[in-house]
C-alpha cells in the first residue's frame, strides 16, 4: 500500500456543487494533515491543515479520521475558480518531512 | 514578508551542462525542500535541510545531483552534465519545522535540449 493515496480523478461538477475527497494514508502514528491547491503550471498552495476536530474555512471542511486513516476535504458551493487539483500531505510517523499525495484533479464547469 | 524566492525562473540548457538552481527560503524557516514536479505527474521529494544539515538524501535520483544549504538560509540545487530526463519543474518550500506546513516557491523549469 502507497503511504499516502489519492484519487486522481478528474471529478467534473458544475457550479454550486458540493464534492469531497478523500485521501488514505499508510502508517497509523501520522501526525500532520495538510491539503494543499495546485493550479496548472503553478505551485502548491497551502489550502489548509486539517485537526484533529476537524476545521472549517469558508466553503472548505477539512476532517480527520483516524480510525480509518483518511483525512477528507468537503467543498461546498463550487465556483469555477476552485478547479485546480487538490493534494493532500501527510507527515508520516518517523519521518521528518511531509509525504504529499499524487493529487485529484476538480473541474468546476458552468 | 517575503514568500520562497527561486531563480532562475526558467533554464534551457544542453545536454552535459550543468545547472545550478538557487533557493531563498522565507526568513526564519529552518526546514528547506526540494522537490521536483515533471508535467503532469505529482511531486517527487529530493533531499531536505533542517539548519545546513541534509539529513535525508535519499531522494536525490543520481550521483549527478546534489545540494547545499549556507546560513541556514540560502541552499544550491546542482545537476551536473544534465540528462533530457531532467527537463521538469524544480520546487523550493520551507517551513518553521518539521510537521509544520510547507510554503513553495515559484519553481524553476529547466529544459534540457
Known amino acids: 500500500r502507497k503511504e499516502v493515496e489519492q484519487d486522481p480523478g478528474p471529478f467534473n461538477v458544475p457550479e454550486g456543487a458540493t464534492v469531497a475527497f478523500n485521501c488514505t494514508y499508510s502508517n497509523s502514528a501520522s501526525q500532520s494533515f495538510f491539503w494543499y491547491r495546485q493550479d496548472c503550471r503553478k505551485e502548491p498552495k497551502l489550502l489548509m491543515s486539517v485537526y484533529s476536530s476537524g476545521n472549517e474555512d469558508g466553503r472548505f471542511t477539512a476532517q480527520l479520521n483516524r480510525a480509518s486513516q483518511y483525512i477528507s476535504l468537503l467543498i461546498r458551493d463550487s465556483k469555477l475558480s476552485d478547479s485546480a487539483t487538490y493534494l493532500c500531505?501527510?507527515?508520516?510517523?518517523?519521518?521528518?518531512?511531509?509525504?504529499f499525495g499524487k493529487g485529484t484533479m476538480l473541474l468546476v464547469s458552468p | 514578508g517575503a514568500g520562497v524566492s527561486q531563480s532562475p525562473s526558467n533554464k534551457v540548457t544542453e545536454k552535459g551542462k550543468d545547472v545550478e538552481l538557487r533557493c531563498d527560503p522565507i526568513?526564519?524557516?529552518?526546514?528547506l525542500y526540494w522537490y521536483r514536479q515533471r508535467l503532469g505527474q505529482g511531486l517527487e521529494f529530493l533531499i531536505y535541510f533542517q539548519g545546513n544539515s541534509a539529513p535525508d538524501k535519499s531522494g536525490l535520483p543520481s550521483d549527478r545531483f546534489s545540494a547545499e544549504r549556507t546560513g541556514e538560509s540560502v541552499s544550491t540545487l546542482t545537476i551536473q552534465r544534465t540528462q533530457q530526463e531532467d527537463s521538469a519543474v524544480y520546487l523550493c518550500?520551507?517551513?518553521?519545522?518539521?510537521?509544520?506546513?510547507?510554503?513553495f516557491g515559484d519553481g524553476t523549469r529547466l529544459s534540457i535540449l
Open positions: 500531505a501527510v507527515n508520516i510517523g518517523g519521518y521528518s518531512t511531509l509525504t
Open positions: 526568513s526564519g524557516h529552518t526546514a
Open positions: 518550500a520551507s517551513s518553521l519545522g518539521f510537521g509544520q506546513p510547507q510554503h
